[in-house]
Every structure is written in C-alpha cells, then in structure tokens.
C-alpha cells in the first residue's frame, strides 16, 4: 500500500522488507538455514493479510510463518509431516479476506487451508482428505492467487487449475 515491497531470498534464508526506492528496510532470518522464530530453511511464497501482516512459506521446515507488517514473528502455521493437517513441501500462500490461509503442498499434492489460529480446517483436492495418497486434481501445485470465491493454482505439470469456492468455507474456529 505504501509502495513497499516484500521478498523471500530463498539462497540466503531470509526475508527482505523493501522500501519504496528498492532499498534493503529489514532483513529478517539468520542467512543460513535456520528455524524458530527468527530463522528460514528456503523461504517461498509469500501472502498479506488485510492488516498487512506478511505470511511466509518455510519450505524445508514445513511451516508459514506469520510476520507483523514490521517484520517481528507473530507465530506460525503448519508442522512438518506428510498427514492431513501437516506441510510435507509448501510453496505458496495466499490469505483471504476472514483471514483463512491456502497453502499449496507439492508433496501432498493439495491444498491445506487453516484459519485465523491456525487451526486446520481441511484439504481442497483429494479425493480422500485424510489419505495422503489418495487421488488428487493436482500433482504438484505451487502458486496460490485468491479473488472472492476463485482460486487459481498453479501446478508444475498440470498447469493452472481454476477453482469456484462454493461459498465461505466454515469457520470452525469461531
């Protein structure tokens, strides 16, 4: 919103916040593989909420982490496993506007979503959602981009999928 700008450096294990003239704001992350709550193991895809905090897919370490506009950790999403609920390979991220996250998951070949809390609150995809293996319309999806109830995936072999949401997922935190 105010011309700046948001990066992963997936090399170099960190978070880049740009200013409006390109320059290096903040870094956030060690600069080598890393985890809790200052580090990345190859940051991704990248998503911002309507309040401007910055969602960040942590590849290796299987998680997106939830970072204030200023960049400071507010928590993370997700844990590293290949079960329903879990980020086996994340890629890309997008929030919608009650603040639901869509997580593509090259390994699980699906999307999770989660809310607000990070509560799990189901797969879009599989055929079976609690089998990992089960048939899928994905192979192995990557970017997310979200607009009212249309989510566009795109997946490394398969191309882009376009997908009607029926309605408001339920929020099962409330």
Same mark, same amino acid.
């Given at each position: 919103?105010?011309?700046?700008?948001?990066?992963?450096?997936?090399?170099?294990?960190?978070?880049?916040?740009?200013?409006?003239d390109?320059?290096?704001?903040?870094?956030?992350?060690?600069?080598?593989?890393?985890?809790? /709550?200052?580090?990345?193991?190859?940051?991704?895809?990248?998503?911002?909420?309507?309040?401007?905090?910055?969602?960040?897919?942590?590849?290796?370490?299987?998680?997106?982490?939830?970072?204030?506009?200023?960049?400071?950790?507010?928590?993370?999403?997700?844990?590293? $496993?290949?079960?329903?609920?879990?980020?086996?390979?994340?890629?890309?991220v997008?929030?919608?506007? $009650?603040?639901?996250?869509f997580?593509?998951?090259?390994?699980?070949?699906?999307? %999770?979503?989660?809310? $607000?809390?990070?509560?799990y609150?189901?797969?879009?995809?599989?055929?079976?959602? %609690?089998?990992?293996?089960?048939?899928?319309?994905f192979?192995?999806p990557?970017?997310?981009?979200?607009?009212?109830?249309?989510?566009?995936?795109?997946?490394?072999?398969?191309?882009?999928? /376009?997908?009607?949401?029926?309605?408001?997922?339920?929020?099962? $935190? %409330?």
């Amino acid at each position: 919103r105010n011309g700046n700008a948001v990066v992963s450096d997936a090399n170099n294990h960190r978070v880049l916040f740009l200013d409006g003239d390109g320059g290096i704001a903040r870094s956030v992350g060690v600069g080598t593989r890393s985890a809790g /709550t200052d580090g990345f193991n190859v940051p991704a895809g990248l998503a911002v909420d309507t309040v401007g905090n910055v969602y960040v897919v942590d590849t290796l370490n299987g998680r997106v982490v939830k970072l204030s506009p200023e960049g400071s950790y507010l928590g993370e999403i997700g844990h590293l $496993a290949d079960t329903a609920g879990s980020l086996a390979r994340p890629k890309g991220v997008v929030v919608d506007t $009650a603040g639901r996250v869509f997580v593509s998951d090259g390994l699980q070949a699906a999307i %999770e979503v989660f809310a $607000a809390d990070g509560t799990y609150l189901g797969v879009i995809g599989r055929r079976d959602g %609690e089998q990992i293996g089960s048939d899928s319309i994905f192979e192995s999806p990557s970017g997310l981009s979200l607009a009212g109830d249309r989510l566009d995936v795109i997946d490394g072999i398969v191309g882009l999928i /376009t997908l009607r949401l029926a309605g408001p997922l339920p929020d099962i $935190a %409330e």
